[in-house]
């Protein structure tokens, strides 16, 4: 028999708000959203302008009606009841709390990563009703360490990589006996480390691309209900980060296996292009992830200003979590999703809300 929720008093709500909590209420039920005004796509201060009333209107909008999973997350913040406000009913032992979720089709005390596959038809919705809880995949502490990393890992891996390999482009470039475009011309072009920007950019530009399309078509595949390696595959690609998007140490790629993805787009450029080209082309691209996974992070956990691009961007992509997990794939940029088609409508995001 589940335990009654405990009563609050006003006094007692006033109380908490001004020690720091960010207590609010939905009607009857309180909800203490303390450890979530950082991550709240509408700002922290939106929130802190909010402690200690009532978020009902705000939830159902205008401007902006917070979807099913907003407020199946909201849940997990549940604090207790506020008697005497409209609506409230004296809770019981035997009344049934329907706000609460069903019990879970997983074992969170064990690796998720070989039940996933055992859902089936199941999975595709469970994946996408997000949770505020870390998640473990492997059995082994040894294959959990290279599946998870902190932000600044990638940026303190990478970066001398990038600048180590744009200096090799720049002096073999500067050599004048580069050959550019072999395959259909045969000009050689003795000031060609001019063009190193340009072919940087373009590698950056050429990412950015390449971002959307794994986003849309590798991570955003629907696995077959039957195929149990499928599901387990796609959740060790990217259902892992839908199901729990504030683990902080599953927001950017571990070193590990991005060399591997990295050598492997490192060989395809080698083989299309000249090589000194190529290699131009790749640190651009290279470049382009990193600013790619340190955007990432950020929009999950940091708190742009108002008005600002970060902050439409941090909005749109938290929209993709929680309510369009089929459009808005642009993580550093929405240009791709314009011409794909696949653009959340501006008025869906929190750009417009005071």
Not at 26 to 36: G, I, K, M
Not at 58 to 63: E, F, H, N, S, Y
Not at 235 to 247: A, E, I, N, R, V
Request: proline share 7%.
């Amino acid at each position: 028999m589940a335990a009654p929720p405990r009563s609050f008093s006003a006094a007692e709500v006033r109380a908490r708000c001004a020690q720091g909590s960010c207590v609010v209420r939905c009607r009857r039920r309180l909800y203490d959203l303390s450890a979530f005004v950082r991550l709240h796509p509408g700002g922290e201060q939106l929130l802190r302008r909010r402690a200690g009333t009532d978020v009902s209107a705000a939830l159902d909008g205008p401007p902006h009606r917070h979807s099913a999973n907003a407020r199946r997350w909201l849940e997990q913040y549940y604090l207790g009841e506020l008697p005497g406000c409209r609506g409230f009913t004296q809770p019981s032992v035997t009344t049934p709390l329907h706000y609460f979720p069903p019990q879970d089709l997983v074992d969170w005390r064990k690796p998720l990563l070989w039940q996933v596959g055992y859902l089936g038809e199941k999975y595709d919705e469970w994946v996408h009703q997000p949770v505020d809880r870390p998640i473990r995949l492997f059995h082994s502490d040894f294959l959990e360490s290279l599946s998870k990393t902190a932000w600044y890992v990638v940026f303190l891996v990478w970066t001398p990589v990038v600048l180590y390999l744009s200096w090799v482009s720049y002096t073999a470039l500067a050599q004048g006996n580069t050959r550019l475009f072999s395959s259909f011309t045969t000009v050689l072009h003795p000031r060609a480390q001019i063009l190193l920007p340009f072919i940087f950019l373009l590698g950056m530009f050429l990412w950015s691309l390449l971002e959307y399309l794994i986003h849309r078509f590798v991570f955003h595949m629907k696995p077959p209900a039957s195929n149990y390696y499928l599901i387990t595959l796609h959740f060790l690609l990217h259902g892992q980060h839908h199901k729990s998007p504030f683990d902080s140490s599953r927001l950017v790629f571990p070193p590990v296996p991005a060399s591997l993805v990295i050598g492997f787009f490192y060989g395809v450029l080698q083989l299309l292009l000249p090589e000194v080209l190529g290699l131009s082309v790749f640190v651009g691209g290279l470049c382009g992830y990193v600013v790619y996974d340190m955007m990432h992070y950020y929009l999950h956990y940091g708190s742009p200003k108002k008005g600002t691009y970060l902050y439409g961007l941090k909005a749109y992509h938290v929209k993709h979590h929680f309510e369009h997990q089929k459009s808005g794939f642009g993580i550093s940029t929405r240009f791709w999703d314009r011409p794909f088609r696949t653009l959340i409508p501006e008025e869906e995001t929190f750009e417009k809300e005071d």
